[in-house]
């Protein structure tokens, strides 16, 4: 398929062609989010096997006007490196503003519908910043250092920041169970029973999404109170915000 014509190459540049290129063919795809992923050369569909699972929590979010930030946007310290999934997410959501934050200058990627910022997901007043300028994000994907810590520390930061109905997913969690590599220390364990892991964190709080059938005296933390689901698959983690207030079942004499 050619998508552009030999004259009108030789006007554009490479970056105007391939966003020429990604404009046409990423509205052909733009309701199957793992031809986006693939378009677009993400990690999200191949090397994983996200693209799938999103489309099933995010559907129902497609073509709203949505916020969404995503944390850690490839491409290490090269300034045009990364950027595809921001990318990928725009041509998905079409009435979406995208954002992204990376401890790099990323800033090379913004565009239309799409901004940058840079700054640490681990930084409390840099989060802040970001959220008190883009308003509250309806989506946050934490895609950003892995380190068990960095993530736990982000969702604790962040989700309290989501907005209600929102949702908050989680990619790489297979670094819970890395202590270290040949080049790094991801903070995980071999033992699965480890309290200090990002699985074993966010394990922590499925029982809070039952603390009203709880029969001893017990105060619900924000999580118990605004957590209502808890989706995991193979190495990712979807957690949907709203008022965790149904009631119990409890049937009383």
Do not use: C
Request: charged letters at 25%; hydrophobic letters at 30%; zero cysteines.
């Amino acid at each position: 398929m050619e998508i552009i014509k030999k004259p009108l190459r030789k006007l554009l540049s490479e970056r105007q062609r391939r966003d020429l290129r990604y404009k046409v063919l990423g509205t052909l795809h733009k309701n199957n989010l793992d031809k986006l992923a693939q378009l677009f050369e993400t990690d999200k569909f191949g090397s994983h096997f996200y693209t799938p699972h999103y489309q099933r929590h995010f559907q129902h979010l497609k073509d709203k006007p949505i916020n969404l930030l995503e944390i850690g946007i490839g491409g290490w310290n090269n300034p045009q490196g990364g950027g595809n999934s921001l990318r990928m997410w725009k041509a998905f959501f079409p009435q979406a503003n995208i954002y992204g934050i990376d401890i790099q200058d990323k800033s090379y990627h913004d565009e239309k519908r799409i901004k940058t910022f840079k700054g640490s997901q681990v930084d409390e007043k840099f989060l802040q910043s970001v959220i008190d300028e883009i308003g509250q994000p309806d989506i946050i994907i934490d895609d950003g250092s892995h380190y068990t810590h960095h993530v736990i520390e982000t969702f604790k930061l962040l989700f309290p920041l989501l907005k209600a109905d929102g949702i908050y997913a989680v990619e790489d969690l297979q670094t819970s169970y890395w202590h270290s590599t040949d080049d790094e220390d991801w903070n995980g364990s071999e033992d699965i029973s480890a309290k200090h892991t990002s699985m074993n964190f966010f394990k922590s709080l499925i029982d809070g999404l039952n603390f009203e059938e709880y029969r001893h005296e017990y105060n619900p933390n924000y999580f118990d109170e605004n957590i209502i689901g808890m989706h995991f698959y193979h190495n990712l983690l979807f957690i949907e915000k709203g008022l965790n207030n149904e009631g119990s079942n409890m049937v009383k004499k």
